[in-house]
Structures are given as structure tokens and as C-alpha cells.
Nanobody, 131 residues
Framework: QVQLVESGGGLVQAGGSLRLSCAAS????????MGWFRQAPGKEREFAAAISWSGGSTYYADSVKGRFTSSRDNAKNTVYLQMNSLRPEDTAVYYC????????????????????????WGPGTQVTVSS
């Protein structure tokens, strides 16, 4: 089992920044790729970002590319999502998720954007961006 807890959400004005953290406990953190997903009111959950077990590979949804950056510190069992130039449409509950690290070399081909691959999820943290 892997337990995940997100933090760092809040209310911010458009154009502002937030950094989300996701602390993991339980199994060896470096055995897991990590994903960030979000769900806005009345919408389905969608992929935002993912980072490989080593931190060497990342992948982003087009909607956040160039504005969001994911990183991780395996020594601290923590993954981060730095969100800059926030927009009202970024308002959502943000979830971190863990999957066993991909066995294929190409991170994108391993479909890190597919939420069905993730076995463990945090409870989420609310991000609200005001216009």
C-alpha cells in the first residue's frame, strides 16, 4: 500500500502561482511513477502532469504545458507540482496518484496520462483561481 496526501492548494488570483506537494508513505517511493490529475466541478477527471520514478522524464497535458512543472525528491518521498500563470480554468481539485514504475523505456508510450494505470490516489487538494 502507498498512502498519498496532497497539500498546498488554495485561492489565488489569475496569473499567480501555487506549489502543490504530495507526500507518500508506505512502499518504496522510488518504485513509483507519479501523476497529477484534476477534476473541475461538473467535469470528468483529467490528466495534468506525470513524472517518472527517477524524475528523469515528465509529461504534461497540452493545457498546462509551459506553465506547470512536476518534480520529485525521492529522499523526502515527495512529489511537487509547480503551477505558474494560473488561469480560472485551472480551478479544480488536484489529485496525486502513484503507479508502479513503467517497464518500457519510453515514458510517453507507457501512457502516464491514463488514470487506469494508477493504483493509489490521494484525497485531493482544492485549487481555486479567481479572475
Amino acid at each position: 500500500q502507498v498512502q498519498l496526501v496532497e497539500s498546498g492548494g488554495g485561492l489565488v488570483q489569475a496569473g499567480g502561482s501555487l506549489r502543490l506537494s504530495c507526500a507518500a508513505s508506505g512502499r518504496t517511493f522510488s518504485n513509483y511513477d507519479m501523476g497529477w490529475f484534476r477534476q473541475a466541478p461538473g467535469k470528468e477527471r483529467e490528466f495534468a502532469a506525470a513524472i517518472s520514478w527517477s524524475g528523469g522524464s515528465t509529461y504534461y497535458a497540452d493545457s498546462v504545458k509551459g506553465r506547470f512543472t512536476s518534480s520529485r525528491d525521492n529522499a523526502k518521498n515527495t512529489v511537487y507540482l509547480q503551477m505558474n500563470s494560473l488561469r480560472p480554468e485551472d480551478t479544480a481539485v488536484y489529485y496525486c496518484a502513484a503507479r508502479r514504475r513503467a517497464t518500457i523505456w519510453d515514458f510517453v508510450r507507457s501512457k502516464p496520462y491514463d488514470d487506469r494505470q494508477y493504483d493509489y490516489w490521494g484525497p485531493g487538494t482544492q485549487v481555486t483561481v479567481s479572475s
